[in-house]
């Protein structure tokens, strides 16, 4: 181990940490609550009693496959920040330090979590009625190119120190798992996607984890046949069957 290798892993710790830390000072600092009421005074001219109703076309209503990909991810990065993820990512690379895949393998996962972060944010236009922006976009494209902040800063910040301390070479990814995960991901959640169509409840048009929810499911059963084509999916794809076939 060189002598910066300490420094470097406390740096990475730091950084990885940081979004939790962030996250957690939000919901207990109550000046932020004060300072947003504040600039949302100071943007739509001050507050006024009463109810605002917008309407809006049915056209204009994004009904991209992807939103349940997307709502599915925003769910997993925002609980991987309250539950320091990135913190138990570097934390494991540095117990495993001598080992030659434990530390690219954090800094992958930290990379993901920044990269994955701002691409499935949900984007909404300056005015109150504008609603979420269409992915894929232009307006998307340009609120993406802004979306990006400290917390990926330290995120990438960290991958890049974990696989400067780990002092190991970074393992080639194969490209044929990653295009498997890739289009797998997509059949399932373009099966999800169907099930508004099929059924006619634009309230199924969101991701899986939404779908768990044991209120929901108490309340309406009958949501668990969405995941129907997905399970049979997979069964089909890496089960007994497709063993077989």
Request: hydrophobic residues 50%; proline residues 7%.
């Amino acid at each position: 181990m060189s002598p910066s290798a300490p420094l470097a892993w406390m740096a990475a710790l730091a950084a990885a940490a940081y979004p939790t830390w962030d996250t957690w000072k939000s919901w207990f600092d109550w000046s932020s609550l004060f300072t947003a009421s504040s600039l949302s005074e100071e943007h739509y001219g001050g507050f006024t009693e009463g109810i605002v109703g917008c309407v809006r076309l049915y056209d204009s209503i994004d009904r991209s496959p992807f939103l349940p990909l997307r709502d599915d991810l925003t769910a997993l990065t925002e609980l991987a920040m309250i539950w320091a993820v990135p913190v138990l990512a570097v934390l494991v690379a540095l117990v495993r330090r001598h080992s030659a895949t434990a530390g690219p393998r954090a800094a992958w996962v930290l990379a993901l979590i920044a990269l994955v972060r701002p691409l499935s944010a949900d984007y909404r236009g300056d005015g109150i009625c504008s609603g979420s922006l269409p992915m894929f976009s232009p307006d998307w494209f340009e609120a993406l190119s802004g979306g990006w902040g400290l917390w990926e800063l330290c995120l990438l910040a960290a991958a890049l120190l974990v696989l400067l301390a780990s002092d190991s070479p970074t393992p080639p990814i194969s490209g044929r798992r990653a295009l498997t995960a890739a289009m797998d991901t997509l059949v399932v959640y373009g099966l999800v996607a169907l099930a508004p169509l099929l059924i006619g409840d634009e309230s199924l048009r969101v991701g899986l984890l939404s779908l768990l929810w044991f209120d929901d499911i108490r309340d309406d059963p009958a949501r668990l046949l969405v995941l129907v084509l997905p399970v049979v999916y997979l069964l089909l794809r890496y089960g007994r069957w497709g063993k077989k076939y």
